[in-house]
């Protein structure tokens, strides 16, 4: 059992570079939601920010085959329901403060996302925006249900940093390579004030 996933790893990350690290979102109060609010705060990621919630948290099962293949079963739970609403309510000012706010296209429904992006960009010139786009966009829409295209349109331009996975990248640029997704990416959401494209093979 490993604490992590798209977003806990980012800030996991940059409290190992020393950073001063916080997680906004909810806390659940069953064995799992405090072994992983335990688990984020060993690694020096500040949880007081978590709203109490109850319900059960967001837990993957990663399965790895003998070649490397992968398939993992997520139970979104108390994910699932964050919305916009409850960004503003909850967390809005730790956002505002915040130099750089991450998150990820993955089990957040978009609206929630694209209302902590909106908030940092907000809070002044210089406020960075890091955005992990690790599924598909159809998966995104049509299978996991987290919102439509239009959102993810307007929450691209609301990105400062974007990391995608090859599949994902392609999908949405319309081209296959990776360098050539990236190009046509940041050519398309550079006047939104995209800085950097990054793509993976994850």
């Not at 690694?43 to 790895?64: H, M, T, W």
């Not at 503003?88 to 991450?102: D, F, M, P, Q």
Request: with cysteine; aromatic share 6%.
């Amino acid at each position: 059992r490993h604490v992590g996933g798209v977003t806990a790893n980012h800030l996991a990350w940059a409290a190992l570079l020393g950073l001063r690290v916080g997680v906004v979102g909810w806390r659940c109060a069953d064995a799992d939601g405090e072994w992983l609010s335990a688990g984020m705060a060993r690694l020096g990621i500040d949880v007081s920010p978590l709203a109490p919630r109850d319900d059960v948290p967001a837990v993957s099962e990663i399965f790895v085959g003998p070649g490397g293949e992968r398939a993992i079963y997520q139970r979104r739970g108390a994910l699932g329901h964050l919305c916009a609403a409850d960004v503003r309510a909850h967390w809005k000012e730790a956002l505002a403060s915040a130099a750089i706010v991450t998150s990820e296209v993955s089990q957040i429904q978009l609206d929630a996302v694209q209302e902590a992006f909106s908030i940092a960009r907000g809070g002044g010139a210089g406020r960075t925006t890091f955005l992990d786009f690790d599924i598909p966009p159809s998966q995104a829409v049509d299978l996991a249900k987290l919102g439509t295209r239009d959102q993810i349109e307007a929450l691209l331009r609301a990105t400062t940093v974007l990391k995608l996975t090859l599949e994902a990248a392609a999908e949405w640029s319309g081209v296959s390579d990776a360098v050539g997704a990236a190009k046509a990416l940041f050519k398309r959401y550079r006047p939104h004030g995209m800085k950097w494209v990054a793509i993976t093979l994850g």
